[in-house]
């Protein structure tokens, strides 16, 4: 999945948006509490779309609230995908460090609610 996510999300927005709708599914049906995201198949996948997303997002402040819910979802950061890492590169190089810090922890404490059709 999180190939095709990548591959969905480097150009092909109605295909990202099918995949996040899958995702969204798949996270709204597990009966695994959300604290446990690390453990849940829905919430690695919507981690991994979160992270791709962030990657189109049409404003910087959008990216790094994604790749915060990602983390959240995730239960931590990926340091070493270099396309998380080149995008939170990019979308560091735009905002001021208070302004990423703070978009990035509004998605952290969203999680799931992050990563909605906006």
Do not use: N
């Given at each position: 999945?999180?190939?095709r996510?990548?591959?969905?999300?480097a150009g092909?927005?109605?295909?990202?948006?099918?995949?996040?709708?899958?995702?969204?599914a798949?996270?709204?049906g597990?009966?695994?509490?959300?604290s446990?995201?690390?453990?849940?198949?829905?919430?690695?996948?919507?981690?991994?779309?979160?992270?791709?997303?962030?990657?189109?997002?049409?404003?910087?402040?959008?990216?790094?609230?994604?790749?915060?819910?990602?983390?959240?979802l995730r239960?931590a950061?990926?340091?070493?995908?270099?396309d998380?890492?080149?995008?939170?590169?990019?979308?560091?190089?735009?905002?001021?460090p208070?302004a990423?810090?703070?978009?990035?922890?509004?998605?952290?404490?969203?999680?799931?609610?992050?990563?909605?059709?906006?």
């Open positions: 999945m999180r190939g996510a990548y591959r969905a999300a092909d927005h109605p295909q990202a948006a099918a995949r996040l709708r899958e995702a969204l798949l996270w709204r597990t009966a695994l509490p959300r446990h995201a690390l453990d849940s198949p829905g919430g690695l996948v919507l981690a991994d779309l979160a992270e791709a997303l962030a990657s189109v997002a049409p404003s910087p402040e959008r990216a790094a609230e994604l790749l915060g819910a990602a983390t959240a239960g950061r990926i340091e070493g995908d270099p998380v890492v080149r995008t939170e590169r990019d979308v560091r190089a735009q905002l001021s208070e990423y810090d703070k978009a990035f922890d509004q998605g952290r404490s969203l999680g799931s609610a992050a990563v909605s059709e906006r």
